[in-house]
């Protein structure tokens, strides 16, 4: 698998800045590995938001949503109070399921220090079985990353 690098960024359509702040480091300032998943759920919260998908109107869909699978690659370090942009992007949608991309990238040193990927599944509320995508999902995700960036099934 390729390392991402500067150029990848120019991939995604979305992206939100945050800081770290102190309860996501340790004594020496360095940002707790497990913390890298709070910038990834800000991410993919903040992704929806923006496209106009919230989790009420996933709701409204009918539908429930579960994370399957979850994975951070660490590339450098990150620090206490530095700004961070969280980048963030689908580019798979399936049957039931779709996989979403994120890079976290410091502008000041110009430095990627990490790379997650997230696999969210639609599940039926009641039976907790997957179950095929809200279509209006579905357009609402390819509208905004363009048909031709997403893999289907």
């Not at 800000?42 to 929806?48: L, Q």
């Not at 963030?88 to 779709?98: A, D, E, Q």
Request: with cysteine; hydrophobic share 35%; proline share 4%.
């Amino acid at each position: 698998m390729k390392a991402p690098n500067l150029e990848d960024l120019k991939k995604f359509k979305f992206k939100i800045t945050s800081r770290v702040r102190m309860s996501q480091t340790d004594i020496e300032g360095i940002v707790n590995n497990i913390r890298y998943f709070d910038f990834i759920e800000i991410g993919r919260f903040e992704y929806f938001r923006d496209i106009g998908i919230s989790y009420v109107q996933l709701k409204k869909f009918g539908a429930g949503m579960a994370l399957a699978n979850t994975s951070c690659t660490y590339l450098a370090p990150l620090y206490f109070d530095e700004i961070i942009d969280i980048y963030t992007r689908v580019n798979y949608l399936g049957n039931s399921s779709f996989h979403m991309n994120y890079l976290i990238f410091v502008p000041e040193r110009e430095s990627l220090v990490a790379e997650g990927k997230t696999v969210s599944v639609f599940i039926n509320p009641k039976t907790r079985k997957p179950e095929t995508m809200p279509e209006d999902f579905r357009k609402t995700i390819t509208t905004f990353e363009g048909a031709d960036t997403i893999r289907e099934k």
